[in-house]
Structures are given as C-alpha cells and as structure tokens.
C-alpha cells in the first residue's frame, strides 16, 4: 500500500464485504481493495450502520478477506472500539489479520454511517491521541493509518481543516474527510492537507444526496490520491439478487421455465472465482494410489 501511495496516478478501492466480493475486485485488475463498515454489518448481521457491528466480528470478517486474495486490504475501524489505549490494542489485532492499514473515524460511540444524519464528533485533541496511539501501536511501518474525521457535516469546513491539520501532526498517513460536499470544497482540503487525501465516492456510478459524482479521473485532477467505493459492490448485489428473485417469482406465477444466463453467471464461473482448479490440482499431487476421485478422508480399521 505505500508503493501505491508514492506511486503516480490515483487508487481506486472498492469496498468488499466478503469472499465474492474481494475475489472479484482483484480479478477486475484493481490495485486494493477496502472493507465496507456499513457492508460488513448489512452483510454479517443483517442491521444497520449504526455500532452493532462488534470488534470480534470486524476483525474476523477482516482475516477472512485478507487470506482470500492477494492485493492490499485497508480495514474500517470505526471509531476504534473506545479511547486511544483502545485504539493501540485494536490496531495490534487488526494489523494481525493481514490488512494493510486501518481507518479510524472521529465519531462518538456509537458511531454511524457517515452520510447517516445525527452523526456527533469527539474532541479533537482525544482524536488526534487515537491516531498518535494507532501509530505507535503499529508494529510494522508499512502499517498504514488513515484518519477520518466526519466534521464536515457537524461543524463545517472551517473544523474540518482544522481537524486533518490536528490528525496530520498527529502521524496520521492519509486523511479522509467524509461526506464532501463539492468539488471546490475537496479542492480545498486537497490543498491543505501533507498528506494524501482519500475520498470517499460512495456508490461510484450512481449519485446520491451526501456528496457529489465525479468521476475518478476528475478527482486525480483535483490532487486526490485515493477513492474509496464502499457502497457500490453492496448495491450492485442486491439489484442483481433482487432481479433474479424476481425472474424466479415469474416463472412460479406462470409455470413456465426460466433460462437467464444475463442474469447469472454459470457454475464454472463461480469455480474458476472460487480457484477450484487449484484443489483439483492438489488433489492430483496428494492423493494415493487407490484413491478414485477427490482424496477421500482416513479411517482407522476395527480393532480385532
């Protein structure tokens, strides 16, 4: 992740959820990848953004994601589960799940969505100790910190800039100011900020109320380094489950069959996702001279 930090060009990172989703965005040919908070819960628990989501849950959902795919995960944290020595041990176990870094919010506890309306911020000396515990927690410097403050929408610009000023001192590596309302306004961060700046674009390809559509190159040329899409791989799934159900509904009401391939990829696909052909490789390496098939479990023979 910091060589696509010093890297030219900008970092588009999508927001993955889960096995499906991680695999996906690395075949595509993205770079990293990013877990989705409001993802994970939706997808995990079935519930809202809103703090349900536990640390347990997080970090578990993170280690399965990161083994599954080769390319750079960078993990939400929330507002880091509680204060800054909080913040030090969280950032130990997620750094031990294979993320590349984390992203850590200056929400109250419970947190929100952030493009959630009663959203509430912490001080900003408190979130500046979180950041400065998070990166001496670290254990590799590779580690990245990324520091989000929610300020906008709670006290405006004007305590947003000073906020990533604080948060920048503090150590942190990037900055990511959410729910931006402009392009001037991104502008203008970009132009203050040390360090790189990530925007968060949502839905990506489709607008929404809390910040504006541009496209990624556009925000290249405002100076942003980094475009998080938490929301368009979860969106784009359940209008695509949405409308298979409702294929299949119609074909119940009307007794008749249904064949959709545009509407469902084909069972090779999910295998060749999925890397079956790797087992069935290593099923040829490791199995036994009478074994017939996929290698087949030992049994201990009756005593007697």
């Known amino acids: 992740m910091r060589a696509l930090l010093r890297a030219d060009g900008i970092i588009a990172s999508p927001g993955v959820y889960d096995g499906y989703s991680a695999k996906m965005v690395e075949k595509a040919g993205f770079t990293s990848c990013c877990t989705t908070g409001a993802g994970l819960a939706n997808a995990r628990l079935g519930v809202p953004d809103v703090g349900l989501m536990s640390l347990s849950d997080n970090l578990d959902a993170c280690r399965v994601i990161a083994r599954a795919i080769d390319i750079p995960v960078m993990a939400d944290a929330d507002n880091g589960y509680g204060n800054a020595v909080t913040v030090y041990e969280v950032t130990r176990l997620f750094e031990e799940t294979g993320v ?114 541009l496209s990624i190159c556009e925000l290249e040329r405002l100076g942003v380094k980094r475009v998080s899409l938490p929301r368009m791989l979860p969106a784009a799934a359940i209008q695509a489950m949405q409308s298979a159900l409702d294929v299949l509904a119609q074909s119940i009401a009307s007794g008749e069959v249904v064949d959709r391939p545009d509407l469902l990829v084909s069972i090779d696909a999910i295998w060749d996702l999925m890397g079956e052909s790797r087992i069935r490789e290593l099923d040829a390496r490791y199995a036994t001279a009478d074994a017939q098939g996929p290698s087949r479990p030992y049994r201990l023979k009756a005593a007697g």
């Open 100 to 213: 590349v870094g984390i992203n850590i919010e200056d929400q109250v506890i419970p947190k929100r969505c952030g493009h959630m309306e009663g959203k509430a911020i912490i001080d900003a000396d408190e979130m500046a100790k979180k950041i400065e515990a998070a990166c001496d927690a670290r254990r590799d410097d590779d580690f990245v910190v990324l520091a989000r403050t929610d300020a906008i929408a709670v006290g405006g610009m004007d305590e947003a800039l000073r906020r990533i000023d604080l948060y920048c001192r503090a150590g942190a590596d990037i900055i990511f100011p959410d729910a931006v309302r402009a392009a001037d306004d991104i502008k203008r961060i970009v132009d203050a900020s040390p360090v790189p700046v990530s925007i968060n674009m949502g839905f990506g390809i489709r607008q929404r109320p809390t910040t504006p559509l």
